[in-house]
């Protein structure tokens, strides 16, 4: 728009129009944080890969906390 200078903002160009709209569609659509986020959650729960390595992980690290007399709020 700012290349545009004036015409830009007014009617004769379709560029205020199409700026508008897309800013519009940015609010309608919503965050695009959120989407990725909620996308990554879905993809988390769906591992079974993942979990077995959590799984794994929490365990060592028990053991290892045993092992070295330290006490854990896990």
């Known amino acids: 728009m700012q290349v545009h200078g004036g015409e830009g903002i007014d009617g004769a160009l379709p560029l205020a129009y199409?700026?508008?709209m897309n800013r519009t569609l940015r609010y309608a659509d919503g965050p695009?944080?959120?989407h990725?986020?909620?996308l990554g959650k879905s993809e988390i729960k769906?591992?079974?890969a993942i979990h077995e390595k959590?799984?794994?992980t929490?365990?060592?690290t028990a053991k290892s906390?045993?092992?070295y007399?330290?006490?854990s709020h896990l």
């Open 46 to 48: 769906n591992s079974k």
């Open 65 to 67: 906390l045993k092992e």
């Open 54 to 56: 959590a799984a794994k």
């Open 18 to 20: 199409l700026w508008a």
């Open 36 to 38: 990725i986020m909620q």
């Open 32 to 34: 695009d944080e959120v």
């Open 58 to 60: 929490r365990a060592l």
């Open 69 to 71: 007399g330290v006490k």
